[in-house]
């Protein structure tokens, strides 16, 4: 026994008239947090003593032993208690290094106190957060099943969350994250990879690749290469969390098409909608978030690959069910197809008529004024990703994509400024900077990566000028070619707030709104310059996220009307979706906010049935989405099937033809097609307030 602790015990012994043996002798036994009653330990003490000294500069473990008697001494005197706690003995330490004059020790004893109590309530809000996916996993992302495999992949997640925000991601970031400040998305991932890519098809195809199982030549027959697209995109999948696209396809597969019939080329495309709705990537949680861009190879092996492709997702699954994946995206050009003396007019005028059935194609303007620039080179993702500018070479979209990106919630610093549009714009700036900061942290950390840590995307040379890296090199030149993106969601709540009227509603607050988003692109410029990198603004696809902040805001400041009176807050910079206004005000009014967010953009008008028997109606929509620059696109409204007899149309509760009322619902989420049942609460509530946008000509 040390002196310190013979000490001790005659101080206990002549203080409780206790024999030191005696079990009653509170200062032998400590009450943990769970209430169990543990042997008493006063190096415990010392120790947590010296490591805050160490904190601070330090090294004298004797005084530390001397103070822990002294703590020993004065919970003898000052508790009541038979057995002290934990938070006891922690708050005599505090008290006893602050009256000795240790205020510098007593500061780093209370920041590492603090410190456990968070990986402490980490690991309790870990624990009910499995309990509740060994249930049923979560619905915050829409296309997720409900498998043993998903529920593991879940559970995996929610403990790598815990991990970052506890002991990586520094902590005025991290408190900005969990008080709902800003949300860090894709968290779980936060330094194993990068978000999406636009995939390199045409060269894997014509140089082969290596799945890690040994090497797959290059095809020759169209079924073939269609084939391998499927598998590039799930290879692709498991090494990112993001979603997968090709920029070119009909380009890309033009080549294959030599010596097949149509009907050849028909098959291998109706085989790779099959795929890409059936295989599984991520642990099997999941198929892989598939994008396809198409509409502008005017030779005839392009177009062929784009009728086919279309006929075949037209014509759907096994059954006629209507594809999930992949989300097509038709690129709209005057003088190629979107007008009549368009050598690929026919393909729009397909693109609509499998578009108004099945909801995709969905469409982007390459003659929007901020896409004409790249000579067609801007592609895009379903989710609405768009990467295209280059600090650090050519602007093209193949072989980069978004490495992560943060959301800002607009609406609480609305609230906070209290109608001071002063006041918010100031604060816009602070969130925006610690938004930076925080992505170039997690920039560096995926910095530190190495090509063996994604041996299909790295190790295949899928990013941009991957291909000469060795496996145990870092991938830090690789990716700065990548963006990174702050996001915003809520632009009409906030202007509520801000005005009282939101950008549908009157002329001041659709100006404010402009310049609100306008100053956010100039901040994320400057941020380009400040620490060279690809900084640009997203108008957030606030799927997880669209109940989450406004639930945090609704406990902090109540219910607001206007604001934080509904279960979500309204997509990025879209009108309130139970805005009563036409397609033609709609797209007037959230045409010029896809100028600003470089990062990627969608617009909306929704219908209230499949348009089918009104094409003309559906180009002028489109044609007024191009007029009023808008750079991507779609239209939207409900697709039920029934899962009796393959039924589509407008079902209520049982369908009319067999009365089944075993009802597929499905519905676009932030770009991407999901069944209504995969849909969060959040989400569900946005889904029963849309209303239909009138056209104009109606």
């Known amino acids: 026994m040390t002196s310190q602790e013979n000490e001790l015990q005659e101080n206990l012994h002549f203080t409780t008239g206790l024999p030191q043996t005696d079990p009653n002798n509170r200062f032998f036994w400590i009450k943990k947090r769970d209430g169990r009653i543990v042997q008493f330990d006063i190096d415990k003490i010392t120790n947590a003593i010296f490591r805050a000294a160490k904190a601070v500069g330090g090294e004298d473990r004797e005084l530390a032993a001397e103070l822990s008697v002294v703590v020993v001494r004065y919970l003898n005197s000052a508790t009541t208690d038979e057995i002290p706690g934990v938070e006891q003995v922690q708050d005599a330490v505090e008290k006893v290094l602050i009256e000795r004059g240790h205020a510098r020790t007593a500061k780093a004893y209370i920041l590492y106190r603090a410190r456990r109590t968070r990986m402490r309530e980490a690991r309790s809000e870990l624990m009910d957060v499995v309990e509740d996916i060994l249930v049923e996993t979560n619905r915050e992302n829409a296309n997720v099943g409900n498998s043993p495999s998903a529920k593991m992949l879940q559970i995996a997640s929610a403990a790598s969350r815990q991990y970052y925000l506890s002991r990586l991601i520094p902590e005025d970031m991290a408190q900005a994250h969990r008080q709902g400040d800003m949300h860090i998305h894709d968290l779980d991932f936060y330094g194993k990879t990068l978000t999406c890519i636009q995939i390199p098809l045409g060269r894997l195809l014509q140089d082969g690749f290596?799945?890690?199982?040994?090497?797959?030549?290059?095809?020759?027959?169209?079924?073939?290469?269609?084939?391998?697209?499927?598998?590039?995109?799930?290879?692709?999948?498991?090494?990112?969390?993001?979603?997968?696209?090709?920029?070119?396809?009909?380009?890309?597969?033009?080549?294959?098409?030599?010596?097949?019939?149509?009907?050849?080329?028909?098959?291998?495309?109706?085989?790779?909608?099959?795929?890409?709705?059936?295989?599984?990537?991520?642990?099997?949680?999941?198929?892989?978030?598939?994008?396809?861009?198409?509409?502008?190879?005017?030779?005839?092996?392009?177009?062929?690959?784009?009728?086919?492709?279309?006929?075949?997702?037209?014509?759907?699954?096994?059954?006629?069910?209507?594809?999930?994946?992949?989300?097509?995206?038709?690129?709209?050009?005057?003088?190629?197809?979107?007008?009549?003396?368009?050598?690929?007019?026919?393909?729009?005028?397909?693109?609509?008529?499998?578009?108004?059935?099945?909801?995709?194609?969905?469409?982007?303007?390459?003659?929007?004024?901020?896409?004409?620039?790249?000579?067609?080179?801007?592609?895009?993702?379903?989710?609405?990703?768009?990467?295209?500018?280059?600090?650090?070479?050519?602007?093209?979209?193949?072989?980069?994509?978004?490495?992560?990106?943060?959301?800002?919630?607009?609406?609480?610093?609305?609230?906070?400024?209290?109608?001071?549009?002063?006041?918010?714009?100031?604060?816009?700036?602070?969130?925006?900077?610690?938004?930076?900061?925080?992505?170039?942290h997690r920039f560096q950390i995926q910095s530190k990566l190495k090509v063996r840590d994604m041996p299909f995307l790295m190790g295949q040379g899928l990013y941009l000028n991957s291909q000469d890296l060795r496996p145990d090199e870092y991938i830090a030149d690789v990716i700065k070619h990548g963006t990174l993106s702050i996001g915003f969601i809520g632009l009409a709540e906030t202007l509520v707030s801000l005005t009282g009227s939101h950008h549908g509603q009157d002329a001041y607050s659709r100006q404010l709104g402009l310049e609100i988003v306008r100053s956010m692109r100039r901040q994320a410029n400057q941020f380009c310059e400040n620490y060279d990198l690809n900084y640009t603004l997203l108008a957030t696809p606030a799927e997880g996220l669209s109940g989450r902040f406004v639930s945090l805001d609704r406990r902090l400041f109540g219910v607001i009307p206007g604001v934080t009176d509904k279960e979500y807050y309204t997509n990025s910079f879209h009108l309130p979706v139970a805005f009563p206004a036409s397609a033609y005000d709609k797209c007037l009014i959230e045409g010029p906010y896809h100028e600003f967010t470089n990062a990627g953009h969608i617009s909306y008008v929704e219908l209230d049935a499949p348009p089918l028997h009104n094409l003309e109606a559906y180009e002028s929509i489109l044609h007024r989405m191009a007029e009023c620059n808008m750079g991507y696109a779609g239209i939207n409204f409900p697709i039920d099937e029934c899962l009796g007899c393959a039924f589509r149309g407008i079902i209520d509760d049982e369908c009319p033809v067999c009365g089944s009322n075993h009802i597929r619902r499905i519905r676009r989420i932030t770009g991407y097609l999901s069944t209504v049942d995969r849909f969060n609460d959040a989400k569900q509530a946005e889904l029963k307030d849309r209303r239909r946008h009138i056209h104009y000509n109606d």
């Open 210 to 440: 290596d799945t890690g199982h040994g090497y797959i030549r290059p095809p020759k027959r169209i079924s073939s290469a269609t084939a391998l697209a499927a598998i590039v995109l799930q290879s692709s999948q498991n090494d990112m969390h993001g979603g997968q696209s090709f920029a070119f396809f009909d380009r890309d597969l033009a080549p294959y098409t030599d010596g097949a019939s149509d009907f050849e080329v028909f098959q291998a495309m109706e085989a790779l909608v099959y795929n890409l709705n059936s295989m599984h990537s991520r642990a099997g949680a999941q198929v892989p978030f598939s994008s396809i861009n198409l509409g502008c190879d005017t030779s005839p092996a392009g177009r062929r690959v784009t009728r086919s492709l279309l006929e075949a997702y037209e014509k759907g699954l096994g059954r006629g069910e209507t594809p999930i994946f992949p989300n097509i995206i038709f690129r709209l050009k005057k003088g190629v197809n979107f007008d009549p003396q368009g050598p690929n007019y026919d393909l729009f005028k397909l693109a609509m008529r499998v578009s108004s059935q099945r909801m995709n194609p969905t469409f982007s303007f390459m003659d929007a004024t901020f896409n004409q620039m790249y000579n067609d080179e801007v592609a895009y993702m379903g989710c609405r990703t768009r990467v295209i500018a280059d600090r650090h070479g050519e602007a093209v979209s193949t072989g980069r994509g978004n490495l992560s990106f943060t959301t800002l919630n607009l609406p609480r610093l609305a609230i906070r400024a209290n109608g001071h549009v002063d006041v918010f714009f100031h604060e816009l700036e602070k969130i925006m900077d610690l938004a930076a900061r925080q992505l170039f």
